[in-house]
């Protein structure tokens, strides 16, 4: 209520407006809680948890200014940023980042084309919690029943084929390194997702992806 009134003050929009999304928001957010209030193995314990030089860094005392060093065949690179949620069950961890919805699929994280939860994992036990080992990372759509786990600590994720924790480290330390030579050298040519045409992208009229074109510029090394 605070932050709409805040918003009206302002006249950030039209009174209609700002009520009707008042509305929507105060319905999300008590379904949220009525799906989520009763879960009794997990207490939140971190909102916002920062490392980095990250701007309106939380008051939580385990934040760390100091980057996390990711080691990559790129050589070292520094990361800063924010998780969300981070809740405990004695010595175990849980990473919770909040999404209006979940697209990510297993063969995203795997492939390394979703790579924040796994990378929050590493610095929640490297760097912000050495005591907690993350035991479960989850994109959760606000209001939604089920969250989207991302990674596979135990094991047990459907599929005979599924990656397990420890390859799927070695795929993102390989992913990262991968994206930061790219962009020293220049070299990263848009790639859409699974190759198809942007079209749900409200850009696609500025970009103006051709994949003939960014074929004659990757060469025949591509």
Avoid: M
Avoid at 37 to 49: I, Q, R, S
Avoid at 148 to 168: F, I, P, S, T, Y
């Amino acid at each position: 209520d605070a932050a709409f009134d805040r918003q009206a003050r302002i006249g950030a929009c039209t009174p209609g407006l700002l009520a009707a999304e008042h509305g929507r928001v105060s319905q999300t957010i008590a379904r949220h809680l009525r799906l989520h209030l009763d879960d009794a193995t997990w207490t939140p314990e971190h909102f916002e948890l920062s490392f980095g030089q990250v701007v309106d860094r939380s008051e939580d005392p385990s934040n760390n200014p100091e980057p996390f060093v990711l080691e990559t065949e790129a050589g070292p690179v520094k990361l800063a940023g924010k998780i969300d949620r981070v809740d405990r069950s004695g010595a175990l961890a849980r990473i919770i980042d909040y999404k209006t919805s979940v697209a990510a699929r297993h063969a995203d994280i795997e492939r390394g084309v979703e790579i924040q939860l796994p990378l929050y994992a590493l610095v929640l036990e490297g760097h912000l919690l050495s005591d907690a080992l993350c035991a479960q990372a989850v994109l959760l759509p606000i209001g939604g029943r089920k969250g989207h786990e991302c990674l596979n600590r135990d094991g047990k994720a459907r599929g005979a084929d599924r990656l397990d924790w420890e390859q799927r480290q070695q795929v993102l330390r390989k992913r990262v390194g991968d994206y930061v030579t790219g962009i020293r050298t220049g070299v990263f040519p848009p790639t859409p997702y699974e190759g198809k045409p942007c079209k749900y992208c409200v850009y696609r009229s500025a970009c103006r992806y051709e994949q003939a074109r960014i074929a004659r510029k990757r060469g025949p090394a591509a």
